[in-house]
Every structure is written in structure tokens, then in C-alpha cells.
């Protein structure tokens, strides 16, 4: 079955880069696209960006010079890089597909919280 | 980028109402509109793609609209497992964004 689940740490200094890991079961990198998406606590959700199929990208344009996605296929693994962390980055950070037939978020992983303190 | 204005921000109804959720987009986005409902602690859960399509799995008391660009998420005779917040998502143009969210109390 279709599973995705997000890995990383759950504190991390102001102006220092974020790694988070998602690591996904049951479908294939190159068949499906995998975003990101955030939700500070307690508020709505952002989508933060993506990474396609055929391994292009796409960035929220307000995090775009900060932000890097990419992906190992052979370990069907998605990476998210941010970096210059401020503490409005603090978050849940989930990762999702997008659904091949719907073109829609059709699985989510359970999501990561980032706090961003010293 | 496409503002998604929802509305209300919150509702609160009886079982067995029939509630709407209102999705307002800044600019023409088609058909190109999703619905989700988030329970605390959960990640979100599709419910509608395409404005009309019913998501897998989704009972069928939940249906969407499109109206110019005024999108609707409909559910007829309310459970009390509908409680939660529900968004809209466009996927017209980058970047893709949500509604503020509906959060949805059961009386």
C-alpha cells in the first residue's frame, strides 16, 4: 500500500538549514510527484513545493531562494532543504503524492514538526 | 499569485443539516480546485477533485460546485464524523494555494 513518511529533526537553530527526509512505499518516484506542505500550528496549510516525475521542481515563490527539493530514486527517498530558518518557518511538514488520476494530494504522510528556537 | 478566500471561517450545525462551504479564487481557475477535511492531529483527507469529482472512498453526502469562480463543498444530512476544518486547494498556477480554512463544529 501507498505509504509516505517524513523524517528529520524536530528543533533546529534560527538561521540554520533544515533537512528533512521523506521516504515512500508502494508507488514509484518517476510515476508520481511528491510536494511538501506546511502548517504553522494552529493555522492553515501552505504548500511549500514539489518535485515531478520526470524530476523537475517546483518552489512556493516565497520561499524559492531558500528551498531545494530533490530525490534519490534507487532508496524512493524525497529530500526538502531550507535554509536561513526563522522562526515563522516553525511548522508541521508534511509530505504528499499527487495522484496520477485525480491530479490532487491523494496520500499524506503523518507530517514532521520543525520548531525553529534557540 | 491566486488568493482563495473561504467562507465561513467557522460553522457550527445539527446533525442532519445540510451545510456550504464557500471558495471565492482571484482570478479564473477552471475546474482546477480540491477539497480536503483535516481532523485535529491528522493530516489532510481528500474529499473532492476537479470542483465535482467525489474522491475515493468518500461518502456521497459530500459533493462540490462551481459557480464562475465561486466553488461550494456540500454536505447533506451532517455526521457527527464531519467535524474538522476543511480547506479548498487551487492547482490552476503556481503556486499552488489553499483557502484559510472552515472549521466545522457539531451542535
Known amino acids: 500500500q501507498v505509504q509516505l513518511k517524513e523524517s528529520g529533526p524536530g528543533l533546529v537553530q534560527p538561521s540554520q538549514t533544515l533537512s528533512l527526509t521523506c521516504t515512500v512505499s508502494?508507488?514509484?518516484?518517476?510515476?508520481?510527484?511528491v510536494h511538501w506542505v506546511r502548517q504553522p500550528p494552529g493555522k492553515g496549510l501552505e504548500w511549500v513545493g514539489a518535485?515531478?516525475?520526470?524530476?523537475?521542481?517546483d518552489y512556493n515563490s516565497a520561499l524559492k531562494s531558500r528551498l531545494s527539493i530533490s530525490r534519490d530514486t534507487s532508496k524512493s527517498q524525497v529530500f526538502l532543504k531550507m535554509n536561513s530558518l526563522q522562526t515563522e518557518d516553525t511548522a508541521i511538514y508534511f509530505c504528499?503524492?499527487?495522484?496520477?488520476?485525480?491530479?490532487?494530494?491523494?496520500?499524506w504522510g503523518q507530517g514532521v514538526m520543525v520548531t525553529v528556537s534557540s | 499569485d491566486i488568493q482563495m478566500t473561504q467562507s465561513p471561517a467557522s460553522l457550527s450545525a445539527s446533525p442532519e443539516e445540510i451545510v456550504t462551504i464557500t471558495c471565492q479564487a482571484s482570478q479564473d481557475i477552471g475546474n482546477w480546485l480540491a477539497w480536503y477535511q483535516q481532523k485535529p492531529g491528522k493530516s489532510p483527507q481528500l474529499l473532492i477533485y476537479s470542483a465535482t469529482s467525489l474522491a475515493d472512498g468518500i461518502p456521497s453526502r459530500f459533493s462540490g460546485s462551481r459557480s464562475g469562480t465561486q466553488y461550494s463543498l456540500k454536505i447533506s444530512r451532517l455526521q457527527v464524523e464531519d467535524t474538522g476544518i476543511y480547506y479548498c486547494l487551487q492547482r490552476y498556477s503556481n503556486p499552488w494555494t489553499f483557502g484559510g480554512g472552515t472549521k466545522l463544529e457539531l451542535k
Open positions: 518535485i515531478w516525475s520526470g524530476g523537475s521542481t
Open positions: 508502494g508507488f514509484s518516484l518517476t510515476s508520481n510527484s
Open positions: 504528499t503524492r499527487n495522484g496520477r488520476i485525480t491530479y490532487y494530494f491523494d496520500y
